[in-house]
């Protein structure tokens, strides 16, 4: 028995797997940035495949155009292939099931749950590469706090000099040292935040 989502064929219609497949990828598309809303993926993308899967075009024959570089007249945006792919097979699997065919729609249904995981599979890329730039950018950041004469350095200079003593007060310390150090009073203050009282 096929199980999707853990649930026996029986207990799903093809209808209802075509409005789960058709509303996540939409959601993914939205999520990746490609479409504004999922009502802009209902006209740009499952209205147009539809009227040409009706009109005999299949999602085996966008996946060969789209391969030949052929690109579709009804779809402008190619970022959006895969999901279109997902709408003709889901389009095929309605109307299968609808004219009875229940092997045929149930196949459609499941190249169209594998395309929409391709989508899925892209938003988690694209997360993936943000992570990654993300990771980046502090990485960058902690070696400029880091370097010497970084902000971070300079935290520790004064850090060094209430540890040394000279001053009875943080406050009074911060003021005094902040302007030779080259930073703020309140970073200077900050510095010294829970610092043990010197010795």
């Keep these: 028995m096929f199980y999707m989502y853990n649930t ?14 058709l509303t996540r990828t939409a959601h993914r598309c939205v999520d990746l940035g490609y479409l504004e809303s999922a009502e802009q993926f209902d006209k740009r993308v499952v209205e147009p495949t539809w009227n040409a899967v009706a009109d005999g075009l299949t999602g085996d024959e966008i996946f060969q155009q789209a391969r030949a570089g052929l690109g579709l007249d009804f779809m402008p945006d190619d970022r959006l292939l895969i999901a279109t792919m997902c709408a003709a097979y889901a389009c095929e699997a309605l109307m299968a099931d609808k004219a009875g065919d229940t092997v045929t729609a149930w196949t459609y249904m499941l190249d169209a749950v594998a395309c929409r995981e391709g989508v899925e599979g892209a938003a988690r890329e694209l997360e993936v590469a943000n992570n990654a730039l993300s990771f980046m950018a502090k990485k ?4 400029l706090h880091d370097k010497p004469g970084g902000s971070r350095s300079r935290q520790q200079e004064m ?12 406050d009074r310390c911060a003021e005094e040292e902040c302007g030779a150090l080259g930073i703020s009073f309140s970073a200077a203050r900050k510095a010294l935040r829970k610092t043990p009282n010197p010795t």
């Design 8 to 21: 026996p064929r029986s207990e799903r219609t093809i209808a209802e797997y075509f409005d789960d497949v």
């Design 159 to 170: 850090r060094d000099i209430w540890a040394s003593g000279k001053y009875t007060n943080r």
């Design 140 to 143: 960058a950041a902690n070696a």
